[in-house]
């Protein structure tokens, strides 16, 4: 079956970092292009960052230059390293498969999440 | 960056009932047009993406159209769990973007 399970979130203090990360069963992380989507409290659905083949990466503005996105072939896990943590970054945080270019990058495949607060 | 509004932001319809919701890109997005459930505490669920192919394993009264610059999401014959918020989302370039949302309820 194939399935994401992602680990890592929690409280932490503004100015801290986290780990996330997005365990995948029943396919390649590292044959497929992957994302991240975060949700704060209440509000809408809000991309983070994706990683295509070939290791290349795109991030929202909003966590440019502070998260790194990144897999490990070996584990069949994503990641996601966020540093300098801001309160605006609480959210659930999803890891999602991305379709290929023929079926125009949907995410097919999403985890139950996991909930980052950033609060002192 | 390209926004996606969808319209309504609510919408109240009864067991049966056909409804639509629209999405608009601030400009053209060819078909890269992807529509998404979402219940309580859940995470989204693909219905549709390519602006209209439904993803497998999802019910046929789901249906999407259209392409460039408009785009509908349409079910017919509600039943009890479709009640639920969708989004429509495009990745025809980063960063990718989000509809704000549309919460269906029950009348």
């Known amino acids: 079956e194939v399935q994401l399970e992602e680990s890592g979130g929690g409280l932490i203090q503004p100015g801290g970092s986290l780990r996330l990360s997005c365990a995948a069963s029943g396919f390649s992380v590292n044959s497929n292009y992957m994302s991240w989507v975060r949700q704060g409290p209440g509000r809408g659905l809000e991309w983070v960052s994706l990683?295509?083949?070939?290791?290349?990466?795109y991030y929202a503005d909003s966590v440019k230059g502070r998260f790194t996105i990144s897999r490990d072939k070996s584990k069949n896990t994503l990641y996601l390293q966020m540093n300098s943590l801001r309160v605006e970054d609480t959210a659930m945080y999803y890891c999602?498969?991305?379709?290929?270019?023929?079926?125009?990058?949907?995410?097919?495949?999403w985890g139950p999440g996991t909930t980052v607060t950033v609060s002192s | 960056d390209i926004q996606m509004t969808q319209s309504p932001s609510s919408l109240s319809a009864s067991v049966g009932d056909r409804v639509t919701i629209t999405c608009r890109a601030s400009?053209?997005?060819?078909?890269?047009l992807s529509w998404y459930q979402q219940k309580p505490g859940k995470a989204p669920k693909l219905l549709i993406y390519?602006?209209?192919t439904l993803q497998s394993g999802v019910p046929l009264r789901f249906s999407g159209s259209g392409s460039g610059t408009d785009f509908t999401l349409t079910i017919t014959t509600l039943q009890p769990e479709d009640f639920a918020t969708y989004y429509c989302q495009q990745s025809y370039s980063t960063p990718i973007t989000f509809g704000q949302g549309t919460r269906l309820e029950i009348k």
């Open positions: 390519a602006a209209s």
């Open positions: 990683i295509q083949g070939g290791d290349r990466t």
């Open positions: 400009q053209s997005i060819s078909s890269y």
């Open positions: 999602a498969r991305v379709l290929p270019v023929d079926s125009y990058f949907g995410m097919d495949v």
